[in-house]
Nanobody
């Protein structure tokens, strides 16, 4: 089970920190990450930590978002800075215990999903 938290309303240029706590199993040999879905758009990859080590980002968030992991708490965080209205979306935490690197950015390959948390960035 994945429980996401930390969404909310923020002005453009502001910051938010999302958290996702996993329970029931660990994903240290797989991946944990975030996707987002804006109204009328497809779900898109945001960021992920692969096998507890390497981090990967969508080009649109690189340099502004940072993903990190707390292994002791089986939790992944997404620090989002310099937010713009284009970042407005429902953010979904995802995890998979056996994902391969080439499938990281494709939502259909991830097995576990949180309920989503809404991030709204006002202009």
């Amino acid at each position: 089970q994945l429980q996401a938290s930390g969404g909310g309303l923020v002005q453009a240029g502001g910051s938010l920190r999302l958290s996702c706590a996993a329970s029931g199993r660990t994903f240290s040999n797989g991946a944990m990450g975030w996707f987002r879905q804006a109204p009328g758009k497809a779900r898109e990859f945001v960021a992920a930590i692969f096998r507890g080590a390497s981090t990967h980002y969508a080009n649109s968030v690189k340099g502004r978002f940072t993903i990190s992991r707390d292994n002791a708490k089986n939790t992944v965080h997404l620090q989002m800075n310099s937010l713009t209205p284009d970042d407005t979306a429902v953010y979904y935490c995802a995890a998979d215990s056996s994902l391969i690197l080439s499938s990281l950015r494709a939502s259909e390959h991830w097995d576990y999903w949180g309920r989503g948390t809404l991030v709204t960035v006002s202009s």
